[in-house]
């Protein structure tokens, strides 16, 4: 049973940082493309981060790019978003996801991706 597990939401001010983290189980995780979907009250789920299975290779959407940091940890079946400069904006619920040897344009139509963590509530305050 595939499992995700996200940790390290919580409330951070505007221009302050929170770091994500994401660990699975379940799954090899060395073949699985990782990233962060995000869904804003009353807005579509957005696929915002991910780094790849094959190289390390990342993916940022214009609105995180600058900003987040993802990065992966195979021997620890982790994945880590730090997000820096948070904005008003940035306040979702994110999710951890996975995609078996997944590329970033099929993970970006969110309804394809193969695992879903609980997900985790980013909060920012102005």
């Known amino acids: 049973q595939v499992q995700l597990v996200e940790s390290g939401g919580g409330l951070a001010q505007a221009g302050g940082s929170l770091k994500l983290s994401c660990t699975a189980s379940?799954?090899?995780?060395?073949?699985?493309?990782m990233g962060w979907v995000r869904q804003a009250p009353g807005k579509e789920r957005e696929f915002v981060v991910g780094?790849?299975?094959?190289?390390?290779?990342?993916y940022y959407a214009d609105s995180v790019k600058g900003r987040f940091t993802i990065s992966r940890d195979n021997a620890k079946n982790t994945v880590y978003l730090q997000m820096d400069s948070l904005k008003p904006e940035d306040m979702a619920i994110y999710y951890c996801v996975a995609e078996y040897r997944g590329n970033f344009q099929n993970m970006m139509v969110t309804p394809r991706i193969d695992y879903w963590g609980q997900g985790t509530q980013v909060t920012v305050s102005s």
């Open positions: 780094i790849s299975w094959s190289d390390s290779s990342t």
């Open positions: 379940g799954l090899t995780f060395s073949t699985y493309t």
